[in-house]
């Protein structure tokens, strides 16, 4: 038996990040939106247990860890443990979502991971239990689970839909060296020693969702973790002044970065933005959101 899960990039439509809990954990309201860009992660039944992986031609295979410490290693492993089983299984996943780009790839890989196993060894978790276990796993799991457009509180793991009628084009732009997620939010700290305990409900964000209005939604785009993630890396700034140049209604970073994505006005808006800003920037991805979280595609 061999069956193939498909699991979306995440982007950060809003990110309000507040003081560190006791825990070393920042408490977040965010609002994430499931977009078309994709990993693919196929399992096959096997005594043994392998990992191995493809990656788009424009990434570097090298960035992701496969020493058995990958986050599909960990979510097998708590998933087993949970049932009493062994873990088994060969795992072949086919990456497309930006490492270490703020877009939340390796949770992606993580719930569909879940998903899959839990289908190949007919092990019928409850949705709950997945929910708590995609947790254990990472702040933006359960997210990758539950696609859509949702709110994202506590860590970012407590996760309910929002009310979303629009259909978004975005232009995506990674960076060929990833961030580290610990470090921007090291540097948040610097520079808000006052961040409140719960950061504030993005009430005008929510209202342009549920609008459909794309130039509400472009004014409302805001991220704590962008001013800190420009002191680390100031060439972000010029990358999302070119690509409001370029047409784009309005540009962020998104999540920790170093990924910028661009919203706007149509399909055809987004074409023209992107093919812009090729001439400056290698990679440059058109994509809609919101799309469905992880799902299985095919079932040998
Ligand atoms: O939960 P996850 O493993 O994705 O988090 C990675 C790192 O990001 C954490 O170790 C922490 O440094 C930082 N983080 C945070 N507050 C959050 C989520 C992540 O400080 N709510």
Not at 7 to 18: E, Q
Not at 50 to 77: E, F
Not at 155 to 169: F, H, I
Request: overall charge negative; charged content about 15%.
């Amino acid at each position: 038996m061999s069956l193939t899960v498909r699991a979306p990039a995440k982007i950060n439509l809003h990110l309000g990040v507040g003081a560190p809990r006791e825990d070393g954990f920042h408490p977040l309201t965010s609002v994430y939106q499931a977009v078309g860009v994709y990993d693919d992660l196929t399992v096959t039944g096997s005594a043994g247990w392998s990992v191995d992986l493809t990656v788009a031609d424009w990434m570097d295979r090298s960035h992701v860890p496969l020493d058995g410490d990958n986050i599909v290693d960990r979510a097998a492993a708590l998933l087993a443990a949970h049932h009493g089983l062994t873990v088994t299984g060969d795992v072949h996943i086919d990456k497309a979502i930006p490492v270490a780009g703020g877009m939340a790839g390796g949770s992606a890989d993580a719930a569909a991971a879940l998903v899959a196993l839990d289908r190949l060894w007919g092990a019928h978790t409850s949705d709950d239990d997945l929910l708590s276990l995609a947790a254990e796993l990472g702040s933006d799991v359960p997210f990758a689970l539950v696609g859509g457009t949702a709110l994202g509180t506590g860590r970012g793991e407590l996760v309910e839909p929002v009310t979303d009628n629009g259909t978004w084009w975005w232009v995506l732009v990674p960076s060929t060296t990833g961030m580290s997620t610990p470090a921007v939010y090291r540097h948040f700290d610097e520079l808000h020693p006052d961040a409140p305990a719960i950061p504030p409900m993005p009430e005008a964000l929510l209202a342009a969702l549920a609008a459909g209005d794309p130039h509400a939604l472009a004014a409302a785009l805001h991220n704590d973790l962008q001013a800190p993630a420009l002191d680390l890396r100031p060439e972000l700034g010029t990358l999302i002044d070119a690509g409001e140049a370029a047409g784009a209604l309005r540009g962020v970073v998104t999540g920790s970065g170093p990924t910028c994505v661009f919203l706007c006005e149509s399909a055809d808006a987004a074409r023209a933005t992107a093919a812009d800003l090729r001439a400056s920037y290698d990679v440059v991805l058109v994509s809609t959101g919101a799309v469905a979280g992880a799902h299985t595609v095919t079932y040998v």
